[in-house]
């Protein structure tokens, strides 16, 4: 009787091999692919670890830019409020004494706190006339000064203030803190009904975007 076992692995061992090392090949592949960069002269092979890390960099500072634009729309949106609220509130006001002259109105402690009142954490309105003449302002230096003096010095201001002697505007300028550093800043204009004063509300445009930054 001739025996027909043959010698060599057997079915188990066949199905092992066949399965366990392809995948085990797959995952020393896979391996190398997250942990390993390979650079072949001026070819450079990333990992995809390190594509991921460059991914969410990417990613995170597309987040970081997209929030901080969507924040300071919503501070122009506040500051330009605050400018209309504050022309609205000096137009009841004037028309309930419709006697008072500017002039007057400047020694009227009550017209002051309506006229220049708080915007954001370091912001203020102001008023001035159609001739750019400003009357109430957080600046004491500033009450009674022609503001034509400030073109040269903050031309983007300036802009906007001119403009704004015609009907609303606004927009960005450039203003330096007491401590030297350069900060935009985002200021509205709005004419007072019935009257010939403009209303400008103005503060730091970073103030509303500190949350998206932090």
Same mark, same amino acid.
């Given at each position: 009787?001739?025996?027909? /076992? ?13 399965? %366990?090392?392809? #995948?085990?090949?797959?995952?020393? $592949? #896979? ?11 001026? =070819? ?5 670890? +390190?594509?991921? =890390? ?10 970081? @830019?997209?929030?901080?634009? !969507?924040?300071?729309?919503? &501070?122009? @949106?506040? $500051?330009?409020?605050?400018?209309? +609220? ?14 008072? !002259? ?13 006229? =220049? ?6 912001? *203020? ?7 750019? #003449? ?7 230096? $500033?009450? &009674? ?24 505007? !606004?927009?960005?300028?450039?203003? @330096? ?14 004419? $007072?009904?019935? /009257?010939?004063?403009? =209303?400008?509300?103005? /503060? *730091?445009?970073?103030? %509303? ?6």
């Amino acid at each position: 009787m001739v025996d027909d /076992t043959k010698s060599g692995p057997g079915l188990l061992q066949r199905l092992m091999w066949g399965i %366990f090392v392809p #995948i085990l090949l797959a995952f020393l $592949i #896979i391996g190398g692919m997250l942990f390993v960069s390979v650079n072949l002269g001026t =070819v450079q092979f990333m990992s995809i670890r +390190d594509l991921g =890390v460059t991914s969410l960099n990417e990613l995170g500072a597309a987040t970081l @830019k997209e929030s901080t634009a !969507s924040l300071n729309k919503l &501070g122009e @949106k506040i $500051i330009q409020e605050k400018a209309q +609220d504050v022309a609205k509130q000096i137009a009841i006001y004037m028309k309930a004494y419709p006697g008072k !002259s500017v002039k007057s109105l400047s020694s009227d402690p009550f017209f002051k706190e309506i006229a =220049v009142q708080k915007v954001g954490e370091t912001g *203020y309105t102001a008023v001035h006339d159609n001739r750019a #003449i400003n009357y109430f302002h957080v600046n004491p230096q $500033i009450v &009674g000064t022609d503001l034509h003096g400030l073109a040269a010095k903050l031309p983007d201001f300036w802009k906007i203030l001119d403009t704004g002697l015609q009907g609303p505007a !606004s927009g960005y300028y450039d203003w @330096k803190d007491a401590d030297g550093k350069v900060r935009p800043k985002y200021m509205f204009t709005t004419p $007072i009904e019935g /009257t010939n004063l403009t =209303v400008a509300a103005t /503060t *730091y445009i970073d103030e %509303f975007s500190k949350p998206a930054k932090a």
